[in-house]
């Protein structure tokens, strides 16, 4: 096994570059993020906001329109706005819950949709 050896002082100065370029990633990252959410036309607010309505749509859906009882269920589209939901602007922790119901209930209705299909046959 290796061993480095260096003084106190050594150590504190890599300490402080350490310290130093978490900073200037942290700043970075902080205007890297202000850059993204720029929006001088308004375009990204109002897909948010279309977003953030076809979230609702779906949770209502979901909540009200069980698979097994519904046929032709689109759970493609269902699918679909899951996996876009991480890219809302005010996607949070609850929001990640939700996202993996929305898919899990994708899931079901795609089993649902393939037995009635398979029993068609």
Do not use: C
Request: no cysteine; hydrophobic share 45%; net charge negative.
């Amino acid at each position: 096994m290796a061993s480095i050896t260096m003084t106190l002082d050594e150590w504190n100065q890599h300490l402080a570059a350490k310290a130093r370029v978490e900073e200037e990633l942290a700043k970075m990252r902080n205007e890297l993020n202000a850059e993204r959410s720029k929006d001088p036309t308004g375009r990204l607010d109002a897909l948010a906001a279309i977003g953030r309505s076809a979230v609702e749509i779906a949770r209502f859906a979901v909540a009200n329109l069980p698979p097994e009882t519904v046929k032709g269920w689109p759970y493609s589209h269902l699918n679909r706005i899951a996996q876009a939901m991480k890219e809302l602007p005010d996607f949070g922790i609850d929001d990640g819950d939700l996202r993996n119901e929305l898919l899990a209930f994708a899931r079901e209705a795609q089993r649902h949709e393939a037995r009635r299909a398979a029993v068609a046959e």
